[in-house]
């Protein structure tokens, strides 16, 4: 089902594995999909650790699932999403879910409601959270990162800048390379903009969000490996030129 097409979303939350800071730009995110009508978060909510939770379950109509730690060494928590997930699944409630985890044990589950054609965001820290996890999900996007641009957003006017080329690595210098070569080009070398970054995104988990850019023509502009170019109705197009 694609993805503009979605209605109905479930956002399931592993509160032991992210954080409350993560819930304003994820549901900004999901925004995307479609109305994020059922959102529930997972933990042993008595632990001291998961006190923050409190305030923001109430402020964002989150509903918390309380799971006590019945057996040491056991996750409670995993099962009870997991066991969620699959019946809204079947109950065909929701077209798509967010799943906030750094957790590489939801990859089994984001692997299943993918075969049913659903769309699944996976919010988690790109540095703890496995590349299994990551590749499973239609997207994957740095929770830290929408936090510190939700936060930028926020702070007093100043000059502009673009994030720094360091941030650009030579793995998504590939990544695009081999979706512009992919894509449909004119004589000149040049392929729709969006064409190119939906065939990315087919390929890997691929977000601009992640590399500190809001929108796919940022990216491309702060690139020095390919040229952007805008035509009629201001549609960007893109060329590799190295």
Request: aromatic share 8%; with cysteine; hydrophobic share 35%.
């Amino acid at each position: 089902m694609p993805e503009q097409d979605l209605q109905n979303i479930a956002l399931l939350i592993d509160a032991d594995n992210t954080t409350p800071k993560g819930i304003d730009p994820v549901l900004t995110v999901m925004a995307e999909l479609g109305q994020v009508n059922i959102k529930r978060a997972y933990g042993n909510f008595a632990k001291n650790n998961l006190a923050n939770w409190d305030k923001i379950t109430h402020k964002y109509g989150i509903r918390p699932q309380q799971q006590f730690d019945l057996t040491a060494g056991k996750n409670a928590t995993d099962m009870a999403m997991t066991i969620d997930a699959i019946d809204l699944l079947y109950q065909g409630k929701v077209d798509g879910f967010g799943i906030m985890s750094s957790d590489s044990d939801f990859t089994p589950l984001v692997t299943r409601l993918r075969q049913d054609g659903l769309v699944v965001y996976g919010f988690g820290s790109t540095k703890k959270t496995p590349a299994a996890f990551k590749s499973a999900c239609t997207r994957f996007i740095d929770i830290d990162a929408l936090i510190k641009g939700a936060s930028d957003d926020r702070e007093p006017a100043r000059s502009e800048t673009i994030p720094g080329k360091s941030e650009i690595d030579e793995e998504l210098v590939e990544l695009l390379g081999t979706a512009w070569k992919a894509a449909k080009r004119d004589d000149n070398g040049f392929a729709s903009l969006s064409e190119v970054g939906n065939i990315a995104g087919n390929r890997s988990s691929f977000d601009v969000r992640n590399y500190g850019f809001k929108r796919l023509t940022d990216l491309f502009d702060a690139m020095d490996q390919f040229q952007l170019e805008r035509r009629e109705n201001n549609t960007p197009y893109v060329k590799r030129l190295r």
